[in-house]
């Protein structure tokens, strides 16, 4: 039970649900199912126990002020991930892999634990690392994390890529600069941005796709392979298909693409 005051803070009724969840498959072509509902709740119950405000309130705000809607967006779209999620797909990253998008980067892990792998064999490449949370790029591109968030990571690479804090840092790493560097931190939106102005080796768009409906997959999937050079290969993530869409893309393995 969250509380302002002495007052319990409001579920949304069915109204209020359908307004925030269209909103959000606008904005950012997450689907919000009923079945979403008590997630939504979960996530906006914070903003307004802060704001000490009620959902009838709060509609009206995310309506009329532009930084709330980005703080509602964050909310929404901020998602679990944990470095060398899923690394298999790494094989296909070798040193002609010099330009990387990584579209959908959350707080990071994700494009520095690529910028590790390229360089533990052997060359640097350009990473551009995109989310369309604000707090999830601020995270990475402060590149500190907790020490019981870095359990994947290979013990060597610890050592080699990563400092320890100290004082009120203990508890924590960074990554150095050899591997802070390759990285560029923009935000992005998939459904609304231009696409960038160069083109790409590689690129991932891994566990977004799964919170969109077939028309947002597709249109994404077309969008982004456009910048995708030819013989480029498209990684999504282990739980997500392009089955059933219309794309200019190969099947390699699963969660692998090929542009042709």
Known sequence: ???IGNSTIQ???????????????KEIGIKLTEQKRELLNARISKRMQKLGIQPKKYLVLVDSD????EKFLDAISTNHTFFFRESKAFKFLDASCRDIWCAASSSGEEPYSLAIHCMNIGFQPSILATDISDESLAKG????????????IPKQFLRAYFQKGSAKWDGYVRLKNTI??????????LLKDNLPSK?????????????FDNPTREYVVN????????????IIGGAESLNGLNHNLEYIEPSVYKKY
């Open 180 to 189: 802070k560097n390759m990285v560029n931190f923009r935000k992005f939106n």
């Open 141 to 152: 591109e402060n590149a500190i994390y907790p020490v019981k968030a870095t359990g994947n």
């Open 223 to 234: 969008k982004l392979s456009r910048v995708l050079k030819k013989g480029g290969y498209f």
């Open 66 to 69: 532009a930084n709330e809607r």
């Open 1 to 3: 039970m969250t509380i």
């Open 199 to 211: 083109t790409f080796d590689i690129l991932f768009c891994r566990n977004v796709m799964i919170y």
């Open 11 to 25: 579920k949304l009724n069915d109204a209020q649900f359908k307004k925030l969840s269209n909103f959000v498959y």
